[in-house]
């Protein structure tokens, strides 16, 4: 259940963010897609270590992979 908390709030945050990113800076549009990356990758990381499902794990270990990828590349 918690798992799909922090899911519902990231999808609430990604659609504020869309109309947000309208009206910010270019500075500012790369900070908060930066720490939405960085939130991507911890919360994959807890998922895939607290989840007891292989898929959500698979899934979870995916998400940080390519959000790393995004970040850092």
């Given amino acids: 259940m918690r798992l799909i ?4 709030a990231a999808a609430l945050i990604a659609g504020a963010s869309h109309v947000y990113a309208q009206q910010m800076s270019s500075e500012e549009f790369v900070t908060m897609a930066a720490s939405s990356d ?3 990758v ?4 807890l998922a895939a ?3 007891k499902a292989a898929s959500i ?5 995916m ?7 995004a970040s850092w590349n």
């Fill in 38 to 40: 960085m939130f991507e």
């Fill in 42 to 45: 911890q919360s994959g990381q």
């Fill in 63 to 69: 998400m940080v992979a390519d959000h790393i990828k």
């Fill in 5 to 8: 908390n922090i899911a519902i």
């Fill in 57 to 61: 794990q698979q899934f979870a270990e």
């Fill in 49 to 51: 270590k607290n989840s």
